[in-house]
Every structure is written in structure tokens, then in C-alpha cells.
């Protein structure tokens, strides 16, 4: 054989294509941001398709089914389909607190007491932040059926569309909702007249909470070849979590925030402080996707605090139901074999400009 064909052949040998990921996400997080615009995906082998989920019920109906290999989404959808659906749902570990939580109205409703009456536009009305919403709205006085009315819509997207217009496409009128990161810095960073009215945060009524968690079906962990990609993805992410929260690498982190969401560099700045909040931001207790006790304790007692587990067994022992472990709701199996190999292999990223959209600019998010 040719000198050259061998060459050739040992080249093609040495490469090997990449494991695709399917990945489910309401939004694209800052962590997720860093980690596909800084190589943290390419680096472990990976293709991460981002597909955007226009409301919890397409988005679980798509991680049960098998579409999504992994999902991120409130940790309260979780309960939801854990205790009261008995669905095999399996959290990974938890990726924020809540960021930019906030109950939003148009700009002629200044007080939440203006909203006695009116709808407020949800993703759903039993899962997700529709229990937070219910939560501020009761710290102002106001409870759902004798002061307001849930009307579904969807996703934040589209929430915050229908926010800044005053209507749906149908011509509804819409009032308030919640929104979180990166909308809320959005809506902060638009011109006097157009912004919306923040009538107050999540944080007030309640703190910490779990928000944002890496959810798989419990039948991944059993599949080799899944397990595998699972493991690579969630150190990904970890390393670009750990990148995220180290303060030198503010600029490279601000500009893949900026490029991902296609955003300016000044809404991408705030949208980076309420990321490395620590009380509310994509930040874990022990630093390594782990998910806060009193943080899901807090999402689950607002839940029920308002009939939302009415299907979950009698009896059921939360505390018990909660504790991480081996087939449990929470199952850091995943997480613990991604925090070694990146202890053992850290993955690292070297801020190229020319990997990053320098020139972001003002338009749709894109998540």
C-alpha cells in the first residue's frame, strides 16, 4: 500500500465523530451559554442539539418518550410527575436557584392589587412556577378563583412576547406573569415606557429555592451507551459551571452569555450578575450540581401548600421521598462519575474572540 493511503487510514481511524445529545431546555442558562460557546461540549466529544420546549407538558412528554436524552426544567415538574403521576422521572442535580424570579405586569398595572379580576398568563397551571406565582400573589393579599385566574400560554418566550405587546396573537388581553433569566434583565434594560412593571420577586416570599434541574427518565441510567453520553454531558456543563463562577473569567463569560442569547454585552453584564447570585443564581450548595435540601423543601411545602400533590400516595414521607439516592428522585449516580472524570481529565477552555460572537447584538433571544 502507498505510504500516503496509510497515512490517510490512520487518520480517519483517529477520528471519530461525535455522540450526539438531545437536550430539552426552556431557556439557554449561563451555563449552558459557556459551555457551547467555549468548547466544553466539543471538548468531551459531544454534539449537543439544543431544542427549545414551548411548555412543560410537550417537554416531559419528550424526556419520558425518549426524544430528549436530558432535560433541564423547574424541579418542581419533577415532583409533579414523580409523586403525583408516579412517571419515572430522575433528577441529576440541581443547576440554579431561580434566577431573576419575578412577577411582571404591563406597564399600566403598578400594584398586584390591580390584578383582583384579571387573568395572569402561565406555562401551567399545576407545575412549573405556577405555585410561586400563587405564593407572591398570596403575600399581597390575592388567592386563585376569588381574585384571579390562571390562563395557559406557555414557555417564558412566549409569556414575555404576549408581556411586552399586552396581548396574545389572538388579540387577549394578558396582564402579568413570571418571568426569570434572561427575560427579566431584558425587560429591565428596554426604554422608559416600554418596560414592564416588576411587581415583585420570588425571593421576597420565598428563599432558597430549587429551580432549574438536570432531569433524565429513570431507564437512561440502565442504558450504557446513554449513561455514557449523560456522564460527559453533566461534566461539560459542571466544567462550564466552575468557568462561569470563577470572577477572572467574567469577560469570556459575559461574551458567550451575549453571543448564545444574542444580546447586547450591557443586558448580557446583567444577566451574568443574577447568573453568580448566590442566593438565587446557577449555583449549588456544594458546588457540583448538588440540589439544596431546604431549597426543594421550600418548593415542595409551596406545592402543597396549595393542594399540588392531590395524586401523590397517601401517607407519602417527603423526607424520606427526597433523600438522594440509588433510584430515588434524585440520583447523583450521574453527576458523581462526571465530577471525577473532571477531576481526573479536567476540561478546559482557552477564551478565543474569534470563538465568541463579539459583536452580539440587541434582537430575540433565540431560547
Given at each position: 500500500m502507498h505510504p500516503?493511503?496509510?497515512?490517510?487510514?490512520?487518520?480517519?481511524?483517529?477520528?471519530?465523530?461525535?455522540?450526539t445529545v438531545q437536550y430539552g431546555a426552556f431557556l439557554k442558562t449561563a451555563t449552558y451559554?459557556?459551555?457551547n460557546a467555549l468548547g466544553f461540549f466539543t471538548k468531551n466529544n459531544l454534539?449537543?442539539?439544543y431544542n427549545q420546549v414551548p411548555n412543560s407538558t410537550a417537554a416531559f412528554d419528550s424526556i419520558l418518550d425518549g426524544q430528549y436524552d436530558i432535560l433541564t426544567a423547574t424541579v418542581d415538574n419533577a415532583l409533579n410527575y414523580r409523586f403525583n403521576q408516579a412517571q419515572p422521572i430522575t433528577v441529576l442535580g440541581?443547576?440554579?436557584?431561580?434566577?431573576?424570579?419575578?412577577?411582571?405586569?404591563?406597564?399600566?398595572?403598578?400594584?398586584?392589587?390591580?390584578?383582583?379580576?384579571?387573568?395572569?398568563?402561565v406555562d401551567s397551571p399545576v407545575s412549573g412556577y405556577a405555585y410561586l406565582l400563587r405564593k407572591i400573589l398570596s403575600s399581597h393579599g390575592l388567592e386563585l378563583g376569588a381574585d384571579y385566574y390562571f390562563m395557559t400560554v406557555g414557555g417564558t418566550a412566549a409569556r414575555y412576547s404576549a408581556l411586552l405587546t399586552g396581548q396574545l396573537p389572538n388579540g387577549t388581553a394578558v396582564y402579568a406573569t413570571i418571568l426569570n433569566y434572561p427575560f427579566t434583565e431584558q425587560a429591565a434594560a428596554l426604554n422608559t415606557g416600554k418596560a414592564p412593571s416588576i411587581l415583585g420577586a420570588v425571593a421576597d416570599?420565598?428563599?432558597p429555592i430549587t429551580s432549574s434541574a438536570f432531569t433524565i427518565r429513570q431507564q437512561s441510567l440502565a442504558d450504557p451507551v446513554t449513561h455514557d453520553r449523560l456522564v460527559r454531558f453533566t461534566q461539560s456543563m459542571y466544567a462550564a459551571n466552575e468557568y462561569l463562577l470563577e470572577p477572572r473569567n467574567k469577560e469570556c463569560a459575559v461574551s458567550a452569555i451575549a453571543a448564545q442569547l444574542n444580546i447586547t454585552s450591557a443586558i448580557a453584564q446583567s444577566a451574568y450578575t443574577d447568573?453568580?447570585?448566590?442566593?438565587?443564581?446557577e449555583v449549588s450548595p456544594d458546588g457540583s450540581f448538588g440540589v439544596s435540601t431546604q431549597g426543594i423543601?421550600?418548593?415542595?411545602?409551596?406545592r402543597a401548600q396549595y393542594g399540588g400533590f392531590a395524586g401523590a400516595p397517601a401517607g407519602l414521607d417527603f423526607d424520606a421521598a427526597l433523600r438522594p439516592g440509588p433510584g430515588q428522585l434524585i440520583d447523583y449516580g450521574i453527576r458523581d462519575e462526571a465530577v471525577l472524570r473532571q477531576t481526573l481529565s479536567p476540561l478546559k477552555s482557552t477564551c478565543e474572540?474569534?470563538?465568541?460572537?463579539?459583536?452580539?447584538?440587541?434582537?430575540?433571544?433565540?431560547?
Open positions: 500516503g493511503s496509510v497515512l490517510v487510514l490512520a487518520l480517519l481511524a483517529g477520528a471519530q465523530a461525535a455522540d451559554s459557556v459551555a454534539e449537543v442539539v440541581q443547576l440554579d436557584q431561580g434566577p431573576g424570579l419575578v412577577l411582571a405586569a404591563v406597564q399600566s398595572i403598578t400594584s398586584a392589587k390591580q390584578l383582583k379580576g384579571k387573568p395572569i398568563i416570599v420565598v428563599a447568573a453568580i447570585n448566590s442566593l438565587t443564581g423543601r421550600n418548593v415542595k411545602d409551596v474572540p474569534s470563538t465568541v460572537n463579539m459583536q452580539a447584538r440587541s434582537g430575540d433571544l433565540g431560547a
